[in-house]
C-alpha cells in the first residue's frame, strides 16, 4: 500500500488481496506474505517471502514483475535470477549496486547483482547457529531485518538467536553487536553492553549514523543501539499494547523504516503503522483514508439496502434519498467511510459520484 504520509491518504495498492504469484498490473498482481521492501528511484523491490520470489514493482505503472526466484523453495546454490531458488526471503537492502537478501529459510544472507543479474550466498553457511567468523562458515539463525552502514557494515536481526550481528563487507567477516552468542536459547529483556544484553526474537531494523533501531518484536518494544559502544537501551514499548503517545505501547512490532527524524513501525499485532518522532520518542497511529477505492469487488462487505420500486414519468428528475445511521453507530472520524448507490430497471444513469466519500460527516445531514 503507498500512502502519503503526510494525509494518511491512499494513493496506490499493488495486489488484488488473493495468494498468488501472478505478475500483472497493481490490483491484478498476487503476492504470498510479503514482507521486506526496498525502493531504488521508481522501483520498489518486494520479498515474497511465502513464494520465495523477490518481485518489482514499477511506481510509475504499477506493473508487478518477478525478478529473481523459481517459485519453488530451494537450498543453498545460487545462479542466475530466474534459475536460482530462494528459501523464504524475508528483508531486503540496497547498496553499491547490489540487493542484499535475508534468506531466512537457509539462514543465510544472499546478494544479488542488479547489473548482472546473478545472485548467490553472501553470509552464512546455512547451519543454523551462532558461531562468528568468515562469511562461509559463519551460523546465522533466521536472519531478518537489514541495515546497511555507511562504512560497509551490513547490520541484521539474526531472529532466532535473539541478537544483533553484523557483517563486515570489506573484511568479510561477521560479529556480535548484542544478545546472545553461546547459543539459541539466550533470550530475554535486558539493556547493556554485547553479549550481556539480551532480547526475544528482534525482526526489524533501521539505522542513523551510529544509532541503530531495533524492533525487539517479542518484548513489544522498540530499543535503541549505540554502534559506538555496541550498548542497547530499553526505547519505547514495554507490555503489549496499543497507546500513542510519548509512552507509547506495541505489540509485537515488526518492520521499521526511517526517514529523516521519523521512524515508521509496523506494529503487527495491532494491524497498523505507527510513526514515531525520533528526537521526543512521541508516537502516533498512521490512519490510513480511502483504501476502500482500491478494493476489488468481491472484497464488498457493507450492507446492501434494496428500496421499494418508485415509477416517475420520462424525462429529467430529482431523487433525494434520506438516509440515517442504526441507533448507537456513527461515522468514524478518522476511518474511511462511504455510501455507494447503484440502479436497476430502466433508470440509466445517476448524477455525481459514487461511492459517496462519508469520512467526517455527520448523520442524519
Avoid at 122 to 133: M, P, V, W
Avoid at 247 to 269: C, H, I, K, M, R
Avoid at 307 to 336: C, H, I, Q, R
Amino acid at each position: 500500500v503507498e500512502v502519503d504520509e503526510a494525509t494518511g491518504e491512499v494513493l496506490a495498492v499493488y495486489g488484488s488481496g488473493e495468494r498468488g504469484s501472478n505478475d500483472g498490473s497493481a490490483l491484478e498482481a498476487t503476492f504470498s506474505s510479503p514482507q521486506g521492501l526496498a525502493t531504488d528511484g521508481e522501483t520498489l523491490y518486494v520479498a515474497d517471502t511465502n513464494n520465495h520470489l523477490i518481485r518489482t514493482v514499477d511506481l510509475g505503472t504499477g506493473s508487478v514483475s518477478t525478478l529473481i526466484g523459481t517459485g519453488e523453495q530451494g537450498w543453498i546454490e545460487g545462479g542466475s535470477f530466474r534459475e536460482a531458488s530462494l528459501s523464504n526471503p524475508w528483508a531486503l537492502e540496497l547498496g553499491h549496486g547490489f540487493l542484499y537478501i535475508a534468506n531466512a529459510g537457509t539462514h543465510q544472507i544472499w546478494v544479488a547483482s542488479l547489473d548482472d543479474g546473478w545472485v548467490n550466498p553472501l553470509i552464512g553457511s546455512a547451519r543454523e547457529g551462532t558461531f562468528n567468523g568468515p562469511f562461509a562458515s559463519a551460523e546465522l539463525a533466521q536472519p531478518s531485518g537489514l541495515a546497511l552502514t555507511d562504512d560497509n557494515q551490513l547490520i541484521f536481526a539474526d531472529s532466532e538467536s535473539s541478537s544483533i550481528r553484523s557483517g563486515d563487507l570489506i573484511a568479510g567477516q561477521t560479529e556480535l553487536i548484542v544478545g546472545g552468542d553461546a547459543s539459541l536459547f539466550e533470550f530475554g529483556d535486558e539493556d547493556g553492553v554485547g553479549n550481556a544484553a539480551r532480547l526475544q526474537h528482534p525482526l526489524g531494523t533501521a539505522v542513523d549514523g551510529a544509532v541503530l533501531y531495533v524492533a525487539d518484536t517479542y518484548n513489544s518494544k522498540v530499543k535503541r543501539v549505540d554502534l559506538d559502544e555496541n550498548r542497547i537501551e530499553s526505547w519505547l514499548g514495554g507490555e503489549a499494547g496499543w497507546e500513542d503517545g510519548t509512552e507509547p505501547l506495541f505489540n509485537e512490532p515488526g518492520g521499521l523504516d526511517l526517514d529523516g527524524d521519523t521512524l515508521y513501525v509496523a506494529d503487527t499485532n495491532n494491524h497498523v503503522i505507527r510513526v514515531v518522532e525520533t528526537g521526543s520518542g512521541a508516537t502516533s497511529t498512521l490512519v490510513l483514508k480511502g483504501i476502500e477505492a482500491f478494493d476489488p469487488p468481491a472484497a464488498w462487505n457493507g450492507d446492501v439496502v434494496v428500496l421499494p420500486a418508485m415509477e416517475a414519468s420520462s424525462g429529467p428528475a430529482t431523487l433525494v434519498l434520506d438516509y440515517s445511521l442504526p441507533d448507537g453507530y456513527k461515522v468514524n472520524d478518522e476511518a474511511p467511510s462511504s455510501l455507494e448507490i447503484s440502479t436497476g430497471g430502466e433508470v440509466v444513469m445517476l448524477a455525481g459520484e459514487s461511492p459517496h466519500d462519508l469520512t467526517g460527516t455527520s448523520l442524519p445531514t
